[in-house]
């Protein structure tokens, strides 16, 4: 944005209603043309045109430039878990900033071990277990992939991973996102990985043998629009791997830190069946809006693996991540924010369920897929929502992604609710 134009940008108020329109509309087209102007000229167009500027956000909302307000039901595809600039992690790391910003892995800082320390007490890690700090969820399955490749000695060649997932896009992870859009056009990719269709124990069981270095799953497929597994998937999944010697490795990106109400989502017993796997990937939340990533080996996976001087990152671990990292989970802690997420998601499904153009609603506590009933386009409902206000997500063409931040209340989602049958009619 030119400096002209933010001289130019209204003051937002943050006791405006949803309804403020602003008064004039004229101006407003004008100026939202201009930074898509000035997006498309200095901006990589790989995301697409952005459907909105927005300057600045408080709890569950966030205002766009023309000071209109809008309730987040996406934060951020599942990272502003405390909602926008919550006070605890605002605190917490300009603190750090004012502190100790960066200084390398030659050295280590209170944060990164404050927040390993805190990761190994809410997953009830066994000795042994550690913690390797990156910056993102592509990065944390790229380390969780080359720890598979040294898995066995480095003797086992192939990697599995499932139909639906996404893995992320750097060429480790993508190669093991399944969909072929994605990969193709950056042919030829890392070779060694398998995909198995979704749901299907034959065929995973008939895809796993002694070459087998690992298998990826997504305890809850995000992408695809909130899938889980067939009830006993992830129990033989762990049952087939442990008896071929290979990894289990369970991507944890989106539905970790407490998104479903559990701290990772393989610890509710619905989805995770009990199954302790090896490496336990995270991003996305864990940072609240700051950028980190982990890949967690469970107790001897790592003694196997990654050995000195093997995997680095510059920024990994860095002290202003890790307190904001920090603060997340504290303040999940503090606020009750599990059974807060629980209570509030089977609620909220509750009501969508009942709303009429919603075939079937899919995921827990507040990771949750709306599948529309026929006939509808997810697309087109999406910007209606967001025309009136509201930030979801057409993950599929008949399907919506929620994933607001965990602070949420049902008060904040009832303007939602009211609104959706109207949204989804059109
Ligand atoms: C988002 C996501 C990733 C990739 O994370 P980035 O931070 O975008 O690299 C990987 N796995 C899952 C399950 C995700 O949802």
């Given at each position: 944005m030119s400096d002209t134009q933010a001289s130019q940008t209204p003051a937002v108020q943050s006791d405006q209603p949803q309804s403020d329109q602003p008064q004039n509309a004229q101006p407003q087209n004008a100026q939202a043309q201009t930074w898509r102007d000035d997006f498309s000229r200095v901006l990589s167009p790989v995301f697409g045109s952005p459907q909105l500027d927005l300057v600045r956000g408080e709890g569950v909302h966030a205002w766009d430039a023309s000071g209109k307000k809008y309730l987040d039901l996406l934060a951020g595809i599942a990272v502003n878990a405390l909602g926008h600039c919550h006070p605890n992690w605002v605190k917490a790391l300009s603190e750090q900033a004012a502190t100790l910003g960066h200084i390398s892995n030659f050295f280590t800082s209170p944060p990164q071990i404050n927040l390993a320390t805190k990761l190994h007490e809410v997953l009830d890690l066994p000795a042994g277990s550690a913690v390797f700090f990156s910056n993102s969820g592509t990065e944390a399955n790229e380390a969780a992939f080359k720890m598979a490749r040294r898995a066995a000695g480095g003797g086992r060649p192939i990697i599995i991973a499932v139909e639906g997932a996404f893995h992320g896009r750097t060429m480790g992870s993508l190669a093991l996102t399944a969909k072929a859009a994605y990969r193709e056009p950056f042919a030829p990719g890392v070779p060694g990985v398998v995909h198995v269709p979704y749901g299907d124990v034959d065929a995973l069981a008939a895809a796993i043998n002694d070459t087998t270095a690992a298998v990826f799953i997504e305890p809850i497929q995000g992408e695809v629009g909130v899938?889980?597994?067939?009830?006993?998937?992830?129990?033989?999944?762990?049952?087939?791997?442990?008896?071929?010697?290979?990894?289990?490795?369970?991507?944890?990106?989106?539905?970790?830190?407490?998104?479903?109400?559990?701290?990772?989502?393989?610890?509710?017993?619905?989805?995770?069946?009990?199954?302790?796997?090896?490496?336990?990937?995270?991003?996305?939340?864990?940072?609240?809006?700051?950028?980190?990533?982990?890949?967690?080996?469970?107790?001897?996976?790592?003694?196997?693996?990654?050995?000195?001087?093997?995997?680095?990152?510059?920024?990994?671990?860095?002290?202003?991540?890790?307190?904001?990292?920090?603060?997340?989970?504290?303040?999940?802690?503090?606020?009750?924010?599990?059974?807060?997420?629980?209570?509030?998601?089977?609620?909220?499904?509750?009501?969508?369920?009942?709303?009429?153009?919603?075939?079937?609603?899919?995921?827990?506590?507040?990771?949750?897929?709306?599948?529309?009933?026929?006939?509808?386009?997810?697309?087109?409902?999406?910007?209606?929502?967001?025309?009136?206000?509201?930030?979801?997500?057409?993950?599929?063409?008949?399907?919506?992604?929620?994933?607001?931040?965990?602070?949420?209340?049902?008060?904040?989602?009832?303007?939602?609710?009211?609104?959706?049958?109207?949204?989804?009619?059109?």
């Open positions: 899938r889980s597994h067939p009830a006993g998937y992830l129990t033989a999944a762990r049952e087939l791997t442990r008896d071929a010697g290979a990894l289990l490795v369970l991507d944890e990106v989106q539905s970790g830190v407490a998104r479903t109400g559990s701290w990772f989502a393989h610890q509710d017993p619905e989805i995770g069946e009990g199954v302790v796997p090896d490496i336990i990937t995270s991003a996305k939340g864990l940072g609240g809006g700051m950028p980190i990533g982990a890949t967690i080996t469970v107790g001897d996976a790592n003694t196997k693996l990654l050995e000195a001087g093997q995997h680095g990152t510059t920024f990994g671990g860095n002290p202003i991540a890790c307190a904001a990292g920090l603060a997340v989970l504290e303040t999940i802690e503090t606020e009750n924010l599990l059974t807060h997420t629980r209570e509030t998601g089977s609620w909220l499904a509750e009501q969508l369920t009942a709303v009429d153009g919603v075939k079937a609603v899919t995921g827990t506590g507040l990771l949750l897929g709306i599948e529309l009933s026929e006939g509808h386009d997810a697309k087109a409902v999406a910007a209606r929502a967001l025309e009136a206000g509201f930030i979801i997500n057409p993950v599929t063409p008949d399907r919506l992604r929620l994933a607001p931040p965990l602070i949420v209340t049902r008060e904040d989602l009832v303007p939602f609710l009211d609104a959706l049958p109207g949204l989804i009619a059109g």
